[in-house]
């Protein structure tokens, strides 16, 4: 009877999946803040304000999505380990 645990591997790639993922969102929320606002600036010339406040907005979206993906890559590692 074959065992019901995933090969090793697939864990390792799961682990490295996710990690990248949040990276990759992290920088993603950081971008688009300063695009949103570099052109918001040009439209209503405000310059640098608009920019400089949604970067901040997409820092804090950024840490907040890296926050909650670490909450449930902990959660899923207590699970895996109480089986």
């Not at 300063?34 to 997409?58: A, E, I, Q, R």
């Amino acid at each position: 009877m074959p065992s019901t645990k995933p090969p090793r591997f697939k864990k390792v790639f799961d682990q490295i999946s996710r990690y990248g993922t949040v990276g990759l969102e992290l920088g993603l929320s950081v971008g688009i803040g300063v695009v949103l606002g570099y052109y918001l600036d040009k439209w209503l010339d405000t310059s640098p304000w608009l920019t400089l406040f949604m970067m901040l907005c997409g820092v804090a979206s950024g840490f907040k999505r890296l926050y909650s993906a670490m909450k449930q890559i902990e959660k899923e590692e207590k699970q895996r380990d109480s089986q």
